[in-house]
T-cell receptor, first 117, second 109 residues
Framework: DTGVSQNPRHKITKRGQNVTFRCDPI?????LYWYRQTLGQGPEFLTY????????KSRLLSDRFSAERPKGSFSTLEIQRTEQGDSAMYLC???????????????FGPGTRLLVL | GQNIDQPTEMTATEGAIVQINCTYQ??????LFWYQQHAGEAPTFLSY????GLEEKGRFSSFLSRSKGYSYLLLKELQMKDSASYLC??????????FGTGTKLQVIP
């Protein structure tokens, strides 16, 4: 499978616990993005990486959220001290840096659905 | 900031044509995407427009007018499997992509 993969697909946790999600992008893609999506809304940008560098971070991302991409391949998103408001689908996408039609198009993984009780 | 507007819901008949509109306001416009998202699934890429005009891809076409801040997605020969949310997304600058809230399309027999 050469698409974007995310693990786990579903996570149920209790308020106050920490959770970590993993994203494996398409292998030749050097850009990786994290989004959060709640019911009836479009994906909201959280952060993005070019290779291992985190180049932009949304103001939506509180101090409880941290993302890493240590070797420029897979990425992790950690949420500390989860709150019920963190319940959402967390989507990862990847794209290829460059020029030309369609370059920069983001391809999404299946998402991790988080439920905080 | 960016502002993207699209209708919340639409209903259309199987076999018909439907047009989903999207208007946007942004600075540094650098392209517009359409994605399809079935319930509980991730968005899948449909089209990308960066220049004015119509891009056709099978049953799906997308149009862009940069001067009007306007795009539409045209779906022909509607099938039941086309029932999904359709997301308009605008790219500003080099990376930042902002999504609209999506248009939920219901195809009825």
């Amino acid at each position: 499978d050469t698409g974007v993969s995310q693990n786990p697909r579903h996570k149920i946790t209790k308020r106050g616990q920490n959770v970590t999600f993993r994203c494996d992008p398409i292998s030749e893609h050097n850009r990786l993005y994290w989004y959060r999506q709640t019911l009836g809304q479009g994906p909201e940008f959280l952060t993005y990486f070019q290779n291992e560098a985190q180049l932009e971070k949304s103001r939506l991302l509180s101090d409880r959220f941290s993302a890493e991409r240590p070797k420029g391949s897979f990425s992790t998103l950690e949420i500390q001290r989860t709150e019920q408001g963190d319940s959402a689908m967390y989507l990862c996408a990847s794209s290829l840096r460059g020029t030309g039609t369609g370059i920069g198009t983001q391809y999404f993984g299946p998402g991790t659905r988080l439920l905080v009780l | 900031g960016q502002n993207i507007d699209q209708p919340t819901e639409m209903t259309a008949t199987e076999g018909a044509i439907v047009q989903i509109n999207c208007t946007y306001q942004t600075s540094g416009f650098n392209g517009l995407f359409w994605y399809q998202q079935h319930a509980g699934e991730a968005p899948t890429f449909l089209s990308y427009n960066v220049l004015d005009g119509l891009e056709e891809k099978g049953r799906f076409s997308s149009f862009l007018s940069r001067s009007k801040g306007y795009s539409y997605l045209l779906l022909k020969e509607l099938q039941m499997k086309d029932s999904a949310s359709y997301l308009c997304a605008v790219k500003a600058g080099y990376q930042k992509v902002t999504f609209g809230t999506g248009t939920k399309l219901q195809v009825i027999p």
